[in-house]
T-cell receptor, first 109, second 114 residues
């Protein structure tokens, strides 16, 4: 079967660094996405990884290891506005997106 | 450019009724996908339309249906509503080119079934 696992909830402190992990088992792999969703709002695209390694985009970085079926989203210099749910999704061999249940990130002052 | 527009934003129905939700994609986007989102369940894929054809379908009962018009606008319909259908229904559009299928989501239609 197809499965995406990520922690349900994480708490971090403003100004700190947090890493949100995502592990997956899917039928085929054509890339992994991270989306951010603030409460009551639509998900918005953060990053896309298809090759192994780290992709950096400002305070946010995303890492992929295809051999391990593993990715993480790294958020640096946390700000209160980073409080949101972070969704991991894998694009399978049919280019369909398989979604994790999301990680709710709580930032404390 | 205008984003993905979903209507209505909020609606309340009773069991047994039916509902139609509408989605206008970003101009030029030919793919429209529908998702159901409930607390703790994440995004559940309903179906995807491309150029008026249903290209993929998730594991939902036949009460859930959709269509896409020639202008790429899409509608989804849920018949014989059940309490468990209460959810946020999200529509997303994309260029659907092979490679990164980046979705742009609408704000959603929040359905409450009483």
């Amino acid at each position: 079967g197809q499965n995406i696992d990520q922690p349900t909830e994480m708490t971090a402190t403003e100004g700190a660094i947090v890493q949100i992990n995502c592990t997956y088992q899917t039928s085929g792999f054509n890339g992994l996405f991270w989306y951010q969703q603030h409460a009551g709002e639509a998900p918005t695209f953060l990053s896309y990884n298809v090759l192994d390694g780290l992709e950096e985009k400002g305070r946010f970085s995303s890492f992929l290891s295809r051999s391990k079926g593993y990715s993480y989203l790294l958020l640096k210099e946390l700000q209160m506005k980073d409080s949101a749910s972070y969704l991991c999704a894998v694009q399978d061999s049919n280019y369909q997106l398989i979604w994790g249940a999301g990680t709710k990130l709580i930032i404390k002052p | 450019k205008a984003g993905v527009t979903q209507t209505p934003r909020y609606l309340i129905k009773t069991r047994g009724q039916q509902v139609t939700l509408s989605c206008s994609p970003i101009s030029g986007h030919r793919s429209v996908s529908w998702y159901q989102q409930t607390p703790g369940q994440g995004l559940q894929f309903l179906f995807e339309y491309f150029s008026e054809t249903q290209r993929n379908k998730g594991n939902f009962p036949g009460r859930f249906s959709g269509r896409q018009f020639s202008n790429s606008r899409s509608e989804m319909n849920v018949s014989t509503l059940e309490l468990g259908d209460s959810a946020l229904y999200l529509c997303a559009s994309s260029n659907r080119e092979y490679g990164a299928n980046v979705l742009t989501f609408g704000a959603g239609s929040r359905l409450t079934v009483l």
